[in-house]
T-cell receptor, first 114, second 115 residues
Framework: DAEITQSPRHKITETGRQVTLACHQT?????MFWYRQDLGHGLRLIHY???????NKGEVSDGYSVSRSNTEDLPLTLESAASSQTSVYFC?????????????FGNGTRLTVT | QKEVEQNSGPLSVPEGAIASLNCTYS??????FFWYRQYSGKSPELIMS????GDKEDGRFTSQLNKASQYVSLLIRDSQPSDSATYLC???????????????FGKGTKLSVIP
């Protein structure tokens, strides 16, 4: 069965370190997204991609970057981790750019920045 | 700024009752609407999508959409303890001039079904 796999599931890092969260999907979807979820804020879009070599900023992109070198993977990099980036991160994908596209989510990565 | 509003709850209903979850949205150009269920510590799971005014039924779930009132709801009939979760409303609207769409999530309503 097709799926989205995120790794690691849990990560503890120190302030100032660079961290990369992996996202791999076997749906063969063109569209991939990164969200963070925090209590009181819900799901907020960090970055998204509509295809290979395409990346776009979401509403909370500061301090994060992504790259899309193939269809399957969209890694999320925290350039210099900050305590404010402690959160649960979800990767998602969809198969169309149109209005009817629901998202399929990965299992999430819980990141703690100390 | 596209906004999606939900009552945060918690909404408590007895087992077997109907749970009613509501969502309002700000962008009149919104075209598609989704309900996700999220169990504690898990990822959101799509349970319903609706695209046109009226009702859509899927098993024990019914979604109602009223675009004129900018309102979408989810009814869960014969609620079960296993329905206890947070329900997220998500609304898809076009980005101005970009030819793409933006999916905006509400903060979710926490539902507790009491045995």
């Amino acid at each position: 069965d097709a799926e989205i796999t995120q790794s690691p599931r849990h990560k503890i890092t120190e302030t100032g370190r660079q961290v990369t969260l992996a996202c791999h999907q076997t749906w063969n979807h063109n569209n991939m997204f990164w969200y963070r979820q925090d209590l009181g804020h819900g799901l907020r879009l960090i970055h998204y991609s509509y295809g290979v070599q395409d990346t776009n900023k979401g509403e909370v992109s500061d301090g994060y970057s992504v790259s899309r070198s193939n269809t399957e993977d969209l890694p999320l990099t925290l350039e210099s981790a900050a305590s404010s980036q402690t959160s649960v991160y979800f990767c998602a994908s969809s198969d169309q750019t149109g209005w009817a596209s629901p998202l399929h989510f990965g299992n999430g990565t819980r990141l703690t920045v100390t | 700024q596209k906004e999606v509003e939900q009552n945060s709850g918690p909404l408590s209903v007895p087992e077997g009752a109907i749970a009613s979850l509501n969502c309002t949205y700000s962008d009149r150009g919104s075209q598609s609407f989704f309900w996700y269920r999220q169990y504690s510590g898990k990822s959101p799971e799509l349970i319903m999508s609706i695209y046109s005014n009226g009702d859509k039924e899927d098993g024990r779930f019914t979604s109602q959409l009223n675009k004129a009132s900018q309102y979408v709801s989810l009814l869960i009939r014969d609620s079960q303890p296993s329905d206890s979760a947070t329900y997220l409303c998500a609304v898809n609207a076009p980005n101005s001039g970009a030819g793409s769409y933006q999916l905006t999530f509400g903060k979710g309503t926490k539902l507790s079904v009491i045995p």
